[in-house]
Nanobody, 117 residues
């Protein structure tokens, strides 16, 4: 079982940058697909970016070219680097982990990102 803890959220002006971290406890982190989701007020949770155990990445169209997902298996930590932030990026960002080949999802409690205009 994996426990996920996000950090790095905060208040930033439009055009600024933030880096979110997702620290995982438990074994087998390198075998997990890691993803970042976000949920804005009044909206459904949406997938932002995903990175496979092998390092392949994918992104929502709305963040392509601005956000970068990465992982450090030695530190059991995933990251989301966010540049050129826009007010519409304001949301609670959640870290998600799923063991490759499994249907069991693990979630962090989320970290709030607020982008002011």
């Amino acid at each position: 079982q994996v426990q996920l803890v996000e950090s790095g959220g905060g208040l930033v002006q439009a055009g600024g940058s933030l880096r979110l971290s997702c620290a995982a406890s438990g074994s087998g982190f390198s075998l997990y697909v890691m993803a970042w989701y976000r949920q804005a007020p009044g909206k459904e949770r949406e997938l932002v970016a995903r990175i496979t155990a092998g390092g392949s990445t994918s992104y929502a169209d709305s963040v392509k070219g601005r956000f970068t997902i990465s992982r450090d298996n030695a530190k059991s930590t995933g990251y989301l680097s966010m540049n050129s932030l826009k007010p519409e990026d304001t949301a609670v960002y959640y870290c998600n982990g799923r063991l490759t080949g499994s249907v069991m999802d693990y979630w962090g409690k989320g970290t709030l990102v607020t982008v002011s205009s």
